[in-house]
């Protein structure tokens, strides 16, 4: 099993570009999550998903957007980067809520310039 | 929601000494307590966790201890070794939520 995979793993961005991370689980879990984690904080929750179809914000889902269609897939959209979403982006996922691990894929590293 | 705090943000030890990281969470209804470790440029992965119905458990050099009283939690790393270097985050959840709250993280440096 692969796990939980991201991509891509680094990538430099241009102030008003837009671009699309990738998360892939192939666990079958249902739930799906995505972190961001700032130099000397904690990891804050974008979005997550609780299943197929279904989508929520976090605590701080501003400037993004996420979808899931599959199970597997839970990919996150930066539309309008900004020099405040550079951070290191974790994608995770648990087979459901309550009393169960995170798996983390291994981030990726986003800069907007 | 909920609010985790984690101190210290750093925490340098001799080899073969204990480490200690504390955390408090803000929210009674929280009862799964879980420890993640991330070592330098690696994702975070679970080390231990503990369930609000336990006052402490342990596996190997690791032991958490929970004092729902207080509304407190801690990691113990016996007998550290320089692999135990990484950062440590706590985290807290409730039954039934779908947000795991993670502290601010403590670097820990195994000094040899």
């Known amino acids: 099993n692969a796990g939980v995979t991201q991509t891509p793993k680094f990538r430099i961005l241009k102030i008003g570009q837009s671009m699309t991370l990738q998360c892939a689980q192939d666990m079958n879990h249902n739930y799906m999550y995505w972190y961001r984690q700032d130099p000397g904080m904690g990891l804050k929750l974008i979005y997550y998903s609780v299943g197929a179809g279904i989508t929520d914000k976090g605590e701080v889902p501003n400037g993004y957007n996420v979808s899931r269609s599959t199970t597997e897939d839970f990919p996150l959209r930066l539309e309008l980067a900004a020099p405040s979403q550079t951070s290191v982006y974790f994608c995770?996922?648990?087979?459901?809520?309550?009393?169960?691990?995170?798996?983390f894929g291994q981030g990726t590293r986003l800069t907007v310039v | 929601g909920e609010n985790v705090e984690q101190h210290p943000s750093t925490l340098s030890v001799q080899e073969g000494d204990s480490a200690v990281i504390k955390c408090t969470y803000s929210?009674?209804?929280?009862?799964?307590f879980p420890w993640y470790k991330q070592e330098l440029g690696k994702r975070p992965q679970l080390i231990i966790d503990i369930r609000s119905n336990v006052g402490e458990k342990k596996d190997q050099r690791i032991a958490v201890t929970l004092n729902k009283t207080a509304k407190h939690f801690s990691l113990h790393i016996t007998e550290t070794q320089p692999e135990d270097s990484a950062v440590y985050f706590c985290a807290a959840r409730e039954t039934g939520a779908n947000n795991l709250f993670f502290g601010t993280g403590t670097r820990l440096t195994v000094i040899p």
């Open positions: 995770a996922s648990t087979p459901q809520g309550g009393h169960t691990e995170a798996f």
């Open positions: 929210d009674s209804a929280s009862n799964y």
